[in-house]
């Protein structure tokens, strides 16, 4: 069984940074690629980054494109979010998501999905 963990969100203030960890606890993700998703209240989920399964590889929505980076650490089971500048828009419930074998920019395409963490950022 598969299961992915987010945390790291919270409240911060415009051109402030913030972490994003997602922990997969059951499950071999060799093969995998991994993505993070956003949904703002009243939006549909959206694109926000992704990585290959070996890290090698990343891919960025033009909205995040120089602010946010995706890695990824394969022994402690976890893909990261580092946002930096970030803006009141960027507020949303960000979710982790694992799909094979590449990574791909529509949510529905996706198998596997963590519960989200809440990221605020104030004006």
């Known amino acids: 069984q598969v299961q992915l963990v987010e945390s790291g969100g919270g409240l911060v203030q415009a051109r402030g940074s913030l972490r994003l960890s997602c922990v997969d606890s059951g499950y071999i993700f060799s093969m995998y690629a991994m993505g993070w998703f956003r949904q703002a209240p009243g939006k549909e989920r959206e694109f926000v980054a992704a990585?290959?399964?070996?890290?090698?590889?990343?891919y960025y929505a033009d909205s995040v494109k120089g602010r946010f980076t995706i890695s990824r650490d394969r022994a402690k089971y976890t893909t990261y979010l580092q946002m930096n500048s970030l803006k009141p828009e960027d507020t949303a419930v960000y979710y982790c998501a694992a799909t094979r074998p590449f990574w791909k920019t529509d949510h529905r395409d996706y198998d596997y999905w963590g519960q989200g963490t809440q990221v605020t950022v104030s004006s």
């Open positions: 990585i290959n399964w070996s890290g090698g590889s990343t």
